[in-house]
């Protein structure tokens, strides 16, 4: 099939969803929320960056960067997703707050990184009714261009995903996860690429969710910022089996896939964006995502970035994991 303006052509057909491209398509009978517009954009939004992402890397000049050092890098990729998406959603909801990942200098967005679409199998749904009065201006949205920057530089594709977080009264209410290379080693006839989405109230979708194996304990933890902390914590668990992958969107998909049954990270790193998308949809099918200490994270726009005492999360059985993390891991480890 042919992309438009993205990049070049790509070879396996891509997964889609029926769009509605006029902007009048909002003003049906029964006029979908707010919330519901902006979750429906940022699918749409979030699939036109995964189609950046992959042209970037079918060019074969990535533009790697390192920000604060070699396990912290930002490529042609972040840079153009994170003006792609930002531009999109601020043209829509300009009075919403977007903050993204990637510090970028101010300048004009091109035509052909805009995407004015959305899903229309979103506006279908009803928003739930705690929902229904939010204003735009009292939303934050928390986006990570490219989650899994190392793994992308390095050929692990199926870790990347593409992060859009909502967040409203502090809380993370929505997301939207796209992973682009979802199905990447499935073969040329492969549908190449998903977006999962979830609102708090409504549930997530775009996936199956599984649990993991009943009386199993497997971890999953950071691939590529390990320490002493991390480790100590993971081996204070007993664990039957630990995975180390990138992207702590990938980790919380190892959770509602049943690959995994607790994300264990004793460590500061993680941010805002990294966490604001997964959480929704975790939570949205009843799982559960805290510091270390057991705190909630915070979503407004005023929130420092960093995650600084570190991340736990589970699909289910979140006690069990809490109640053994030790005490020297939390004196470690300041909220």
């Known amino acids: 099939m042919r992309e438009g303006s993205d990049g070049p052509r790509e070879g396996p057909r891509y997964a889609t969803t029926r769009f509605r491209r006029s902007a009048e398509a909002f003003g049906m009978a029964a006029s979908p929320t707010l919330l519901m ?30 920000k604060s050092g070699a396990n912290d890098l930002q490529t042609k990729a972040d840079r153009l997703v994170q003006m792609s998406i930002c531009a999109s959603l601020a043209r829509k909801f300009p009075k919403a707050t977007i903050i993204g990942e990637e510090e970028l200098p101010p300048h004009d967005v091109a035509e052909e990184l805009i995407e004015d679409g959305h899903c229309e199998e979103i506006l279908k749904k009803t928003c739930p009714p705690q929902y229904t009065g939010i204003k735009e201006e009292e939303l934050v949205i928390w986006i990570d261009p490219l989650d ?61 969710l599984t649990e993991a194996p009943a009386g199993k304990h497997i971890i999953v933890t950071t691939r590529s910022h390990s320490s002493t902390l991390v480790n100590d914590c993971i081996s204070a668990l007993n ?34 964006w990294d966490t604001c998308a997964p959480e929704a949809i975790l939570h949205a099918v009843g799982g559960k995502i805290t510091d270390i200490h057991g705190n909630s994270f915070h979503y407004n726009k005023e929130v420092k970035h960093m995650n600084s005492a570190g991340v736990l999360a589970t699909l289910r059985n979140y006690d069990y994991y809490a109640s053994r993390i030790p005490n020297t891991v939390k004196e470690s480890l300041v909220p």
């Open 148 to 208: 899994g920057t190392k793994e992308y530089t390095e050929g692990l594709l199926d870790h990347v995903t593409v992060l859009i977080g909502i967040a409203y009264g502090g809380k993370a209410i929505a997301g939207v996860i796209n992973q682009p290379y979802y199905n990447y080693e499935a073969g040329a006839d492969a549908v190449l690429g998903r977006t999962i989405w979830g609102v708090l109230g409504i549930g997530a979708f775009g996936f199956e």
């Open 37 to 66: 517009r902006v979750v429906a954009s940022a699918y749409s939004v979030a699939e036109k960056a995964a189609r950046i992402v992959r042209n970037v890397m079918a060019t074969g000049d990535l533009g790697i960067v390192e």
């Open 239 to 272: 664990p039957d089996s630990v995975i180390r992958v990138g992207g702590a969107g990938n980790k919380i998909i190892q959770l509602i896939e049943g690959k995994a049954s607790a994300y264990v990270f004793a460590s500061p790193g993680c941010k805002k």
